[in-house]
Every structure is written in C-alpha cells, then in structure tokens.
C-alpha cells in the first residue's frame, strides 16, 4: 500500500492523536486482530480480552479504538487514535484511501466465469500497464480491504472479482473498490445456502447496477436469459453488451473448436476481427468477449486486443487436457461446479471429443439450499440433452443426475457410486487411448480431486 502518516490517518477517520506522533508512516492497515505488526494500523473493535503483551511485541504500531483502554497507555511506542465511533471511522478510512487513485477499476461479478474473465482482463492490460487484481478466486470479503490496498500510485489499473455468498455481497465489495466499470457474466443459481431462493440470488448479482453508479459503465451478457431481467430502466450509465447467440455490441459469430483453443470471428461497429482464445467452450468465447469490451473500455484498440488474448492461459482445472490412465485424455474442471458451468463443460466435451467415447465423473453439487434435489435432476436433463457414452457419479445428489438423465433418454451407461471407492477400478477397466474423461466437481470435493491426480499420473506407457 501508499504510506500514509498518522495525520493524514487521523483526519481522514476524524480522530484525536491521544498519544504517539502525527508523522509515524503506516505501511499496512488491518482488521483482523491476529495480523498486528511492527508499522501496522489495526482498527481495534471491541473485545471481551485484548492481548496487551502482543500489541507490545508488534511496536511500532497504530491503533484506532473508540474506547479508552488503559492497557494501550503503558505500551511505549504505540500511537493511539480515538475516535467516536470505530465502523464509522473504519469506512471513512477506506473511502479516502480509494479516493487518492483515479484508475479504472472494474469489478467482476456472475455465477460462472469470473476468474477467466478478470484473468484475461488483467492479461491483455499487463501488456503496457500495471494492473492489480484478485489473486485467483480467492474473492470473500474478508479480502477487501487487503485488495484495496494493493492498489498504490504506480497502479495504473484494477480488476477484482466480486462474489455473491450472501445479498449485499457486491455492494459491500463496492464500498472498497468504488467499480468504474462492472461486469455481469451470467446469472444462474448458486449459493442458495446464503442466498435462499433465486431470486434473491439474481437481485444480489444485480447490485452491480447500483454498485458502478450513473457514472459508470456497465458491461452484460446478451445472451443469458436472467441477465436480460436485470433492471436498468434507471441506470445513467453506460451499457456494453456482449454475446453469440444475439445482437450485441461485442459479438462472436463462427465459432469452432481449434487446437488448444476456440477460433471465432469479433464483430463490433460492423467490423470483422478473426480472433482465437486459449480455453475450450463457447462459455470461454464469452469470457473473452467481456474481456475485450472492458479493455477497449480503457483505451486498448481492438487490434490490439484481439491479438493479445491469443497468449492467455487458463489457471489450472479449468477445461485443462491431459493424458493420463491409459493414454487417455483426461479434461480437468475441478475448480468449481454449478448448473452453469457443468452445461459448459458437458458443450465442451462433445466439442472436443472428436469421435472419442465420452465419458463424464461427476460429484455433487454444493450450496444449492433447499433446491439442491430439484436443481440436480435438472441438470440430469441437460446431461440427456448434451449425451455421454458413459456417466460416473459420486454421491447421493449427483446420483439424482444420473437418474434424471436415464429418465430423459440419456443413451449412455450409468454407473452409481455413494463415495469414490470402487471407480479407479472401473476407470482402469474402460479408460484407453480412444476415449476422453470429462471431471467434474468443487475444488473441495477431496476425494475426486485425489482420484484425479492419479489418474493423470497413471499413463500408460
């Protein structure tokens, strides 16, 4: 982060110096107890038992407290900052910190792709530019503030990704961030633990409306049905749309499967620009397509941007191919599993399984609420509508898949599995050089994630 002195600190939260110097430099701020250290500001929120010796320990220090400890008086070397009232004098700092940078900053919200998209964001501006942005998913909110301050006077730009756990999630994200231009890249359903129903969902994607501002601009999916519910009778600001399927101001047409990749021709202003993305998918056509409308939005030329996305790489488990169990290629999407993504990754796989038998390990879905039952036996439908020679489950839910998907026709074998044991074997039994395993789960779901690192260290020589 900037350096910031005691002064600027404390007029800034509109506190009084109660002891220490106005001139102490600050390096980090922190609000989390544990993580205080030597030229650290920590906003002390009330506890029931503060450790005088560590604060000691970590000198010299700030803090910024709205009760008078006499602990903090005996610790030499501690400036103290009282104020009225600690939340407010906490927000206070944050919006003067975000207020010294005139960036651009865009914020990233949506129920899939998210990463890819700040990813290839950060990719295409890195060329001529110092950006910052969200290390990998990692996007609770607990994060904020450390984000926040990453962004220092050389940063010529931003990019975060903003989640939804809960309603207000991305408001909240906007309160640190201050988003010039957000992104929506679709809306489905997840995180219906927080959430509760879909609707309430949907609305909280939405908040990146209000979350850019009338001044703002706005960039959405044209082709995703809950995204075109999103209300923008009232927003001032500007709007970018983009997609395959229907009009957009940044559009795809000619999309095929390429090596490695997905060739697609751009349209935009009435112009043709051939392009080519590294990542399988129309989903990945579409990350890229939002990709390019926020980098043009900050001066990049289509020219340019077009030819820089041809060096993007994906994070790993993202659609990512491999050999592995008897030469066997194995396409690894284990970073995260929702209706959404795993349409994209069934799409996928028949793109790119050239004649190869198809076959798909899934586990269950996570934080699907009180609609989890109803939402995988939908997806068991689109299973049926997509086809796969040979479909794995591992769980009671993603057994609801496969039943569903019996139910609809699915011309396949189906094999049931209440844990993981037992499908190594299955897998050494029908894995070979002419078939491709798609696998499919959460990044938490341990056991799959295990399973497939041995089977990409089990090739067959």
């Known amino acids: 982060m900037k350096p910031i002195s005691v002064k600027n600190i404390r007029q800034c939260v509109n506190g009084q110096l109660m002891q220490g110097s106005d001139d102490f430099l600050v390096n980090d701020i922190i609000y989390h107890y544990d993580k205080i250290g030597p030229n ?4 002390l929120k009330r506890r029931l038992q503060i450790d005088w010796e560590k604060i000691a ?6 803090i910024v407290t709205d009760k008078a400890y006499d602990g903090l008086k005996s610790i030499d070397k501690c400036t103290v900052i009282m104020v009225q009232d600690i939340e407010q004098a906490f927000w206070g700092f944050v919006k003067f910190y975000r207020n010294q940078f005139s960036i ?7 129920t899939s792709g998210k990463t890819t998209t700040k990813d290839m964001i950060k990719h295409m501006l890195s060329f001529n530019r110092i950006v910052t942005s969200t290390k990998k998913s990692a996007n609770s909110r607990k994060n904020h503030l450390t984000y926040l301050l990453s962004i220092e006077k050389n940063t010529d730009a931003a990019v975060f990704e903003s989640a939804v756990g809960s309603p207000g999630d991305v408001l909240l994200a906007s309160r640190y961030f201050k988003p010039t231009i957000g992104i929506i890249t679709n809306i489905g359903i997840t995180h219906l633990d927080g959430c509760k129903t879909p609707e309430a969902y949907h609305q909280a994607k939405a908040e990146m409306v209000q979350a850019v501002g009338e001044k703002g601009t706005l960039i959405i999916n044209a082709d995703d049905e809950n995204t075109k519910k999103v209300g923008l009778k009232d927003f001032q600001g500007k709007v970018l749309t983009f997609g395959i399927t229907h009009s957009a101001d940044f559009r ?3 999309v095929q499967y390429g090596s490695n990749g997905m060739q697609f021709v751009l349209i935009f202003r009435k112009k043709t620009y051939p392009a080519f993305v590294p990542g399988y998918g129309q989903h990945q056509v579409l990350n890229a397509l939002a990709a390019f409308a926020a980098v043009y939005e900050m001066g990049i030329s289509i020219e340019e941007v077009v030819k820089r996305i041809e060096s993007f790489r994906n994070l790993p488990s993202h659609l ?18 929702n209706p959404i993504s795993l349409k994209a990754a069934f799409q996928a796989l028949n793109g790119i399984s050239r004649g190869r038998k198809r076959i798909a390990l899934i586990g269950d879905i996570n934080a699907l609420g009180e609609l989890s039952l109803d939402l995988h036996r939908q997806v068991g439908k689109m299973i049926a509508e997509n086809g796969v020679d040979v479909l794995i489950t591992v769980g009671s839910l993603a057994a609801e898949m496969g039943k569903q998907a019996q139910k ?13 044991s037992g499908v190594y074997v299955l897998l050494e039994q029908i894995l070979d050089e002419n078939s491709i395993l798609l696998i499919k789960c959460s990044a938490k779901n ?15 020589n």
């Not at 651009?104 to 949506?110: F, K, R, Y």
């Not at 609809?408 to 993981?420: A, S």
Request: proline residues 5%.
């Open 40 to 43: 650290k500001l920590l906003f």
């Open 57 to 62: 320990k970590s000198v010299p220090c700030v």
């Open 104 to 110: 651009p900053v865009v914020s990233v919200t949506g």
């Open 252 to 254: 795809a047409t000619n």
């Open 320 to 337: 990512q191919c491999s050999v592995g169990m008897g030469k066997c290629i194995i396409v690894d999407d284990t970073w995260n599993s």
């Open 408 to 420: 609809d026709g699915l011309n396949g074998e189906v094999y049931y599995f209440p844990d993981i």
């Open 446 to 460: 341990d056991s799959i994630i295990k399973l497939k690192t041995r089977l990409k260290h089990s090739r067959l």
